[in-house]
């Protein structure tokens, strides 16, 4: 198993609208459970910082999630556009195996 951790600054004036996007029914979670190797998503807020948070994304592998990426690029990149008007920033913290 792996976990996928991004770290992500969001516009105030747009958080309920990333929750919405980037939360474990949001519009990411439903784009990857499209692949039965997707485990699910947590998204977190920072007690201190109510505009940043973080997502972990939860698949078998990282060739499953690559595979995926790879076969649904044009909805990813699309997706990813829309929501990049959301942040001020974003970061991929890294990609980590459950051990």
């Keep these: 198993m792996i976990k996928i951790v991004w770290e992500f600054s969001v516009h105030p004036s747009r958080i309920a609208e990333f929750e919405s996007s980037y939360g474990s029914e949001g519009d990411w979670a439903r784009l990857f459970a499209r692949s039965p190797h ?3 998503t947590t998204l977190l807020r920072h007690t201190d910082h109510t505009n940043r948070f973080l997502t972990i994304d939860l698949w078998d592998d990282r060739a499953s999630f690559d595979a995926f990426k790879h076969q649904n690029g044009t909805e990813y990149t699309s997706l ?7 942040t001020d920033e974003e970061e991929c913290i890294g990609t980590f195996e459950v051990v």
């Excluded at 990813?80 to 959301?86: G, I, K, S, V, Y």
């Design 38 to 40: 997707y485990k699910g």
């Design 80 to 86: 990813d556009l829309r929501c990049e008007e959301l």
